[in-house]
């Protein structure tokens, strides 16, 4: 697909990403979605169709775009010299003018995502990829990135996800189009996704029916 012939390296970037997005428990978006349409019996085919429609969302499936995105602007605006405090300057800049800075922050860990860690050991042992100029970006940008977030105050986890250097791995390889990285990401999904599914089939699950309250009820368990 890429031209590539027999990429080595490429081959082994794509079994360590489609392993470690194999699977994020299961109350994500489309990890919910997926095990909710399968409770109704619904065929597997169908139950991680649903997912991926929830994986189409931008606030779901579009994370590392986002931070590839962001990582290229500032590669452009400030050109060759990656320093860390031109890359403090640029994050300031960023949170200053209310946005946030991708790839930083998870819903959950409140500590380095283990993921991220992997990755970056896998730029590491690879001479040539990390010397490509987005990757010393991704690097330094978690050297610094910590420090700036945990000033500004406003983080529970200053430290980076998986977002923060999936996708520039894949530029550097040759996937620009940035649209077919859900497609990756949807790949990889299908194998927890599914596996939930094949579970909650063996232990004879029910349907899922979430409870519903009416304001009064949430009134009296808040004066409870």
Same mark, same amino acid.
């Given at each position: 697909?890429?031209?590539? #012939?027999? @990429?080595?390296?490429?081959?082994?970037?794509?079994?360590?990403?489609?392993? &470690?997005? =194999?699977?994020?428990?299961? =109350? @994500?978006?489309?990890?919910?979605?997926?095990?909710?349409?399968?409770?109704?019996?619904?065929?597997?085919?169908?139950?991680?169709?649903?997912?991926?429609?929830?994986?189409? =969302?931008?606030?779901?499936?579009?994370? @590392?775009?986002?931070?590839?995105?962001?990582?290229?602007?500032?590669?452009?605006?400030?050109?060759?010299?990656?320093?860390?405090?031109?890359?403090?300057?640029?994050?300031? *800049?960023?949170?200053?003018?209310?946005?946030?800075?991708?790839?930083?922050?998870? #819903?959950?860990?409140?500590?380095?995502?283990?993921?991220?860690?992997?990755?970056?050991?896998?730029?590491?042992?690879?001479? %040539?990829?990390?010397?490509?100029?987005? &990757?010393?970006?991704? *690097?330094?940008?978690?050297?610094?990135?910590?420090?700036?977030?945990?000033?500004? =105050?406003?983080? *529970? @986890?200053?430290?980076?996800?998986?977002?923060?250097?999936?996708?520039?791995?894949?530029?550097?390889?040759?996937?620009?189009?940035? *649209?077919?990285?859900?497609?990756?990401?949807?790949?990889?999904?299908?194998? #927890?996704?599914?596996?939930?599914?094949?579970?909650?089939?063996?232990?004879?699950?029910? &349907?899922?029916?979430?409870?519903?309250?009416?304001?009064?009820? &949430?009134? %009296?368990?808040? %004066?409870?």
């Amino acid at each position: 697909m890429l031209g590539y #012939g027999d @990429n080595h390296d490429l081959t082994e970037y794509l079994r360590l990403y489609i392993a &470690i997005h =194999g699977d994020h428990e299961g =109350g @994500n978006a489309s990890a919910h979605t997926s095990h909710l349409v399968s409770s109704t019996l619904s065929d597997p085919y169908l139950s991680y169709a649903a997912a991926l429609y929830a994986l189409a =969302g931008p606030l779901h499936g579009l994370a @590392n775009q986002e931070v590839l995105r962001w990582q290229l602007n500032m590669q452009q605006e400030i050109g060759g010299e990656i320093t860390h405090d031109i890359i403090r300057e640029y994050l300031w *800049k960023t949170l200053k003018s209310g946005q946030v800075v991708p790839g930083y922050g998870h #819903g959950v860990l409140r500590s380095p995502d283990p993921r991220f860690i992997a990755l970056q050991e896998f730029c590491e042992t690879r001479p %040539k990829l990390l010397a490509d100029p987005v &990757i010393q970006l991704v *690097k330094k940008t978690y050297e610094v990135a910590p420090g700036v977030l945990t000033e500004h =105050g406003k983080t *529970k @986890n200053p430290y980076p996800n998986v977002d923060a250097a999936s996708g520039c791995v894949l530029y550097h390889y040759g996937l620009t189009q940035f *649209k077919y990285y859900t497609v990756i990401f949807g790949v990889s999904r299908a194998l #927890g996704a599914l596996t939930q599914v094949v579970w909650a089939r063996a232990l004879g699950l029910p &349907i899922e029916r979430p409870k519903s309250l009416s304001m009064d009820t &949430i009134e %009296k368990i808040v %004066k409870q």
